[in-house]
Every structure is written in structure tokens, then in C-alpha cells.
T-cell receptor, first 114, second 113 residues
Framework: AQTVTQSQPEMSVQEAETVTLSCTYDTSENNYYLFWYKQPPSRQMILVIRQEAYKQQNATENRFSVNFQKAAKSFSLKISDSQLGDTAMYFCAFTYSTGNQFYFGTGTSLTVIP | DTGVSQDPRHKITKRGQNVTFRCDPISEHNRLYWYRQTLGQGPEFLTYFQNEAQLEKSRLLSDRFSAERPKGSFSTLEIQRTEQGDSAMYLC???????????FGPGTRLTVL
């Protein structure tokens, strides 16, 4: 079975500061996709950023960027200029290129402190 | 694009009763997924449809669980003879083939008394 590990159950960051959330995964395949999803309190899950494993360049979406280390099977999320609205659970997720099944980590609860 | 919708949003039932949940995916999405999420955990994959075909089922999906997507549009998830351990949030997500980006619904929170 594939596993996704998020070793930081809770994190906090001061507003306007930068924070990095960690994720590692386990697979023997070469073609896959990685995602970070955000789940605000009592609201539905939304996609933050995605990374194709065949791309060496790290994905960036505005204040969100990833550090994808394929050999180390590591996929961390960096949030710059943190905002109060970034307070949420963040889930790292993995799927193969077929997209038949997604695997999620246990999540990191991020609190942005004003 | 009205997003993924789920009905009901909350369901309270007594142990042993049957419950059915509905998911309406985004209209042009041919892939549909069901997940279960318990408090403090990430979503756990239950099953996956491509159009009307159920292509993947998790070992978590015991014989008390059944899912259908009869016309390749909406889907239903039925739990028979509910147990207290079935209490969870049931999430539905949809995507288009080749995109591998899932759009999630708001979930149905099930409480089994």
C-alpha cells in the first residue's frame, strides 16, 4: 500500500511570516502526481497546488510553492506572507497517473496568529 | 459550474438502520470518488467510478457498503445495518479524465447512535 506521511500534526505562524509544511510519500512507481489540499474549519476541501512527478521544476501558485525532492520522496509546501485565511487543515495527497485512487496524509493543522 | 453537491449534509441514525447518501458531481466530470474522513484524519479512499463503471473499491468498503452511479451522473452510497464505527464524514469528489485534480463536495456527516 502507498503511504503519505505528514509528521507535523499542528503548526502555527505569525501573520505575514513564512511557514513550511512537510510531507513524505512512499512509492516504487515513476509516474504520479502530488497535491496539497486545504480544508478550512467546517468548509470543504480545495486544491492548493499540484505537482507532476515528471516535472523537475517546483510548482508555484501565488504565495504557495512546493519543494519537490523526488529521490528523497519529499513534497513540502511553503506558504509565504501568511494570512489569517490560511488557517486550515492541510493535506498532502498522492495519486498514480491513472488517477484511480488517491492517498491522503493525516493532515497538518495550521494556525495563523495575528 | 455549480460545484460538487452532496445530500444530506447531516444524517443522524440509530444503529442497525440503513442510510443512503447522494453525490452530484460537476456536470462534465466523468470520474467520481467516495471517501470517508474521521476526526483528525485525512480522507480514506472508498471507491471510484469512471462514468457508470465502478473501477476501484477499497478494502474499507465492507459488504454493508454499496455504491452506484447508474447513468454516469449522480452517485449514491448506501450503508446497511449501520454501526457506531460508521460515524464519519463521507466525502464525494469528481474530476475529468486526464486532469487528476479532484473537486470535493461539502460532505455528509453521519452520526450513528
Amino acid at each position: 500500500a502507498q503511504t503519505v506521511t505528514q509528521s507535523q500534526p499542528e503548526m502555527s505562524v505569525q501573520e505575514a511570516e513564512t511557514v513550511t509544511l512537510s510531507c513524505t510519500y512512499d512509492t516504487s512507481e515513476n509516474n504520479y502526481y502530488l497535491f496539497w489540499y486545504k480544508q478550512p474549519p467546517s468548509r470543504q476541501m480545495i486544491l492548493v497546488i499540484r505537482q507532476e512527478a515528471y516535472k523537475q521544476q517546483n510548482a508555484t501558485e501565488n504565495r504557495f510553492s512546493v519543494n519537490f525532492q523526488k529521490a528523497a520522496k519529499s513534497f513540502s509546501l511553503k506558504i509565504s506572507d501568511s494570512q489569517l485565511g490560511d488557517t486550515a487543515m492541510y493535506f498532502c495527497a498522492f495519486t498514480y497517473s491513472t488517477g484511480n485512487q488517491f492517498y491522503f496524509g493525516t493532515g497538518t493543522s495550521l494556525t495563523v496568529i495575528p | 459550474d455549480t460545484g460538487v453537491s452532496q445530500d444530506p449534509r447531516h444524517k443522524i441514525t440509530k444503529r442497525g438502520q440503513n442510510v443512503t447518501f447522494r453525490c452530484d458531481p460537476i456536470s462534465e466530470h466523468n470520474r467520481l470518488y467516495w471517501y470517508r474522513q474521521t476526526l483528525g484524519q485525512g480522507p480514506e479512499f472508498l471507491t471510484y467510478f469512471q462514468n457508470e463503471a465502478q473501477l476501484e473499491k477499497s478494502r474499507l468498503l465492507s459488504d454493508r457498503f454499496s455504491a452506484e452511479r447508474p447513468k454516469g451522473s449522480f452517485s449514491t452510497l448506501e450503508i446497511q445495518r449501520t454501526e457506531q464505527g460508521d460515524s464519519a464524514m463521507y466525502l464525494c469528489a469528481s474530476s475529468r479524465t486526464g486532469w487528476n485534480e479532484q473537486f470535493f463536495g461539502p460532505g455528509t456527516r453521519l452520526t450513528v447512535l
